[in-house]
């Protein structure tokens, strides 16, 4: 079965995110942000052209969206990003929608403060795949320090 392959938990999934308001607040960033609109695979849009700089990252997802200031050439040549943000696409979906925002932004904290990045200690972002989403393997601030001497 190909990775793009539409199924039955991916067709529950944009329910669920339509339901849970999290897809229409990512159309309605996208549509904000000045992106194209357009269809992805397995029920998602793909939203390039995203012209706000917030978040920082190559992409990112809300709801069954997935945005990017790149061009949809850009979204084409990084399958295994774009398997990383359908993966948020479903983190979406498990955690009722938009609560996912400010969990989100509590776990990209938590990691800082204990990393120094954003991603390393992040449980949605590692739960996705780090090395698909272009993150380095995580790190801890001890760690980097203890290497350095």
Partial sequence: MSSDAHTPW???RVVVNWLNLSTPL???????GGASIGRGPRGTFHAPGYRWGFPIG?????????LT??????????????RHEDRHCTQYAWCLGVVM??????????????AGDFSSYNPF?????LEDGGYPPPTTRLSRRTTRR
């Fill in 26 to 32: 990512g159309l309605f960033m996208a549509w904000i």
């Fill in 101 to 114: 925002v400010p969990l989100a932004g509590l776990t990209m904290a938590f990691s800082f403060l204990v």
């Fill in 10 to 12: 991916t067709r529950a």
């Fill in 58 to 66: 190559g992409a990112f997802a809300v709801g069954n969206v997935i």
């Fill in 69 to 82: 200031t790149h061009d949809q050439n850009w979204m084409d040549e990084r399958p295994a990003m774009m």
């Fill in 125 to 129: 972002e590692r739960l996705a795949n």
